[in-house]
């Protein structure tokens, strides 16, 4: 368990949101929403959980490199074929 994908973050399946936004939302959707989240946790660092928080913007680049990388062939804008968590 990590504070980014607790536990109880994860379905009956045994799938989390990540493996849900990566299978079923469209690619740019995805690659926006850990942007984003990259984004606010580098900018909040200093001012809330500091280090805690750059963790967790290392967390989402380092899932943006595994998703675009599984993804880089992928022209249909959609990634459902992406299945693994």
Do not use: C
Request: proline share 2%.
């Amino acid at each position: 368990m990590s504070k980014l994908r607790p536990d109880y973050y994860k379905g009956k399946n045994g799938h989390d949101l990540f493996w849900f936004f990566e299978t079923f939302l469209p690619k740019s959707w995805v690659i926006g929403f850990y942007t984003l989240n990259i984004i606010k946790y580098v900018v909040r660092q200093e001012g809330k959980n500091g280090v805690e928080d750059l963790g967790k913007a290392k967390t989402y680049v380092e899932r943006l490199v595994e998703f675009e990388e599984a993804n880089k062939n992928d022209k249909r804008g959609s990634i459902r074929n992406n299945t693994s968590d």
